[in-house]
């Protein structure tokens, strides 16, 4: 998936932001389904900031080994040359 794909205001969300703002309700005003359904929402957020994690790891993985199957392109280029 390409980041067009990715809505902008999605791609925008910064997880480990230092200020993130708490949106749950106050305790005094929240019923069972509503912490339920704010449980839910911190386990997602926790999930997409994961999957976040691999993703930027990933793409870290496949830069150097695109980087490494330059230099042995390159390599490769030169030796050719000697043998021919």
């Not at 067009?4 to 305790?27: G, L, M, S």
């Not at 999930?47 to 870290?60: C, G, H, M, R, V």
């Not at 199957?69 to 043998?83: C, M, N, P």
């Amino acid at each position: 998936m390409n980041s067009q794909q990715i809505p902008e205001w999605f791609q925008n969300i910064n997880f480990f932001n230092d200020e993130f703002t708490d949106t749950r309700i106050p305790a005094a005003l929240s019923n069972n389904e509503n912490k339920l359904l704010e449980e839910n929402v911190e386990i997602k957020i926790k999930e997409i900031a994961s999957k976040q994690l691999n993703i930027d790891e990933n793409i870290d993985r496949i830069r150097l080994l695109e980087d490494h199957h330059k230099i042995v392109q390159d390599e490769l280029q030169t030796i050719q040359v000697f043998i021919t």
